[in-house]
């Protein structure tokens, strides 16, 4: 069986992101019998995957230098008895990677990229994009010969959230969920708690506002919700799946959260935290499956926006057949689907 070798980042710039869809692909390679190895940057990267259980190489460099690490992952992978291109593959997860790179790792091993921008055409064995807007780009012509892997059906989602049951959709708007994802570089929670603050008609919802791993305004957050009796401020938690089984409203911004929602079948307001939440965001809205708040870090955050949507979930009708329509996006099996496309190519 193939070993799997896994190159990406966690940190304040690159949020978390992309290290939870590489370890979800991790989870499902070991299901499958691979060995799996994790080639991070920086310390702070080194976390996560290993308290997964994964052996962690840090290359103790600057996160986005790519090109000059190249030599010392060619050290490595011969290090591993990795010497011929199908001895393993390469997958590498980061916005800061360049072309060269993927060049020069092609000729060591087989590689895939996890593509979410389309800003160019990269060199790579198999081409990884799991956005509904997969179907806007001629994927097939731009990569010939390559291995495609597109499309939502290949969201690489933790395995707890494989084939569960439907949502129950109670009649009336009483549990919201609000998080932001790993990080929240536009502190949109503490505004949020703002707007809850400011809102009489809203003191009979229970808002359950959950920080990321690298939010710094967590202890801001608590002190703001001190006054606050609908409110509950949460730190970073294992994972979602248990809080949007029991909310009626999901708030949250575009990343693979949406995903979550969507096998869960919770109702929800996303809003864009960066330019490559944008197309997920306009997908989902566009197909009826989300209300979109716009993006904050171009339109700042409006308060009339957001709460104008808010009231207009509390119609269970609505909710009840978004609820459905999220339901038919995934099934969860994703990172199963890419974990078996790469180990038998």
């Not at 790993?182 to 929670?189: A, I, M, N, R, Y």
Request: aromatic share 8%; glycine share 6%.
């Amino acid at each position: 069986m193939r070993r799997l070798v896994i190159r990406t980042e966690a940190n304040a710039a690159t949020a978390t992101g992309h290290m939870r869809r590489c370890l979800n692909i991790a989870e499902a390679a070991r299901e499958h019998g691979a060995e799996v190895l994790f080639i991070v940057a920086e310390e702070i990267s080194v976390r996560l995957p290993q308290e997964a259980g994964y052996p962690v190489w840090c290359l103790n460099r600057p996160f986005d230098a790519f090109d000059s690490e190249v030599p010392l992952i060619g050290e490595k992978l011969r290090e591993q008895g990795i010497r011929e291109r199908d001895d393993a593959v390469y997958l590498i997860d980061s916005y800061f990677v360049s072309d060269t790179y993927l060049q020069a790792m092609s000729k060591l091993v087989r590689t895939a990229y996890i593509d979410d921008l389309h800003e160019r055409i990269w060199s790579c064995d198999t081409l990884i994009c799991y956005g509904m807007y997969a179907e806007d780009y001629d994927y097939v012509k731009e990569y010939p010969g390559a291995q495609l892997l597109l499309g939502e059906t290949y969201m690489p989602m933790n395995r707890i959230y494989r084939d569960l049951p439907e949502h129950d959709i109670r009649e009336d708007l009483k549990e919201v969920l609000v998080v932001s994802g790993g990080t929240d570089p536009v502190h949109f929670l503490p505004q949020f708690l703002k707007l809850v603050a400011e809102q009489t008609a809203w003191r009979e919802i229970r808002f359950t506002l959950i920080a990321g791993a690298l939010d710094p305004d967590l202890p801001e957050l608590k002190r703001m919700a001190e006054a606050l009796e609908n409110v509950t401020i949460c730190g970073p938690i294992p994972n979602l799946k248990a809080a949007l089984q029991n909310s009626d409203l999901a708030i949250t911004a575009a990343g693979t959260t949406l995903y979550e929602l969507a096998a869960t079948g919770t109702p929800g307001i996303c809003y864009a935290l960066a330019d490559n939440q944008i197309p997920n965001a306009e997908a989902f809205a566009k197909r009826d499956l989300f209300l979109f708040a716009g993006y904050i870090h171009i339109d700042g955050f409006s308060k009339e926006t957001l709460q104008k949507q808010l009231e207009q979930m509390r119609d269970a009708a609505l909710r009840r057949e978004m609820s459905k329509r999220l339901r038919r996006l995934t099934d969860g099996r994703g990172a199963e689907r890419i974990a078996r496309a790469l180990l038998s190519e």
